[in-house]
């Protein structure tokens, strides 16, 4: 029932920008914190960024800290990861995560970022 649709993605220089988003339907979306990851090949899948469900709080991966911005529009049910500065090692497919207070979290698709030259 719980539908993610990330969308944004794509091949990018390093150093360039993208916006990714995440469509969500099916659930009370302000209710749900909001969370993205990412795995690269070879890799475990990593938190990138959280928000909470009212967006008074969010968390970052120190490996992103002051290049990314996670926001969400609970009018419009979708969540945002501005990434700015990227580089190479940015690389990765990235997931959309909804959680609700105490349960168990539901994922996207995936979307596939590429950072190169």
């Known amino acids: 029932q719980v539908q993610l649709v990330e969308s944004g993605g794509g091949l990018v220089q390093p150093g360039g920008s993208l916006r990714l988003s995440c469509a969500a339907s099916?659930?009370?979306?302000?209710?749900?914190?909001m969370s993205w990851y990412r795995q690269a090949p070879g890799k475990e899948r990593e938190l990138v960024a959280a928000?909470?469900?009212?967006?008074?709080?969010?968390n970052y991966a120190d490996s992103v800290k002051g290049r990314f911005t996670i926001s969400r529009d609970n009018a419009k049910n979708t969540v945002y990861l501005q990434m700015n500065s990227l580089k190479p090692e940015d690389t990765a497919v990235y997931y959309c995560?909804?959680?609700?207070?105490?349960?168990?979290?539901?994922w996207g698709q995936g979307t596939q970022v590429t950072v190169s030259s």
């Open positions: 995560n909804a959680r609700p207070y105490r349960g168990i979290g539901s």
């Open positions: 099916g659930f009370t979306f302000s209710s749900y914190s």
């Open positions: 928000i909470t469900s009212t967006g008074a709080f969010t």
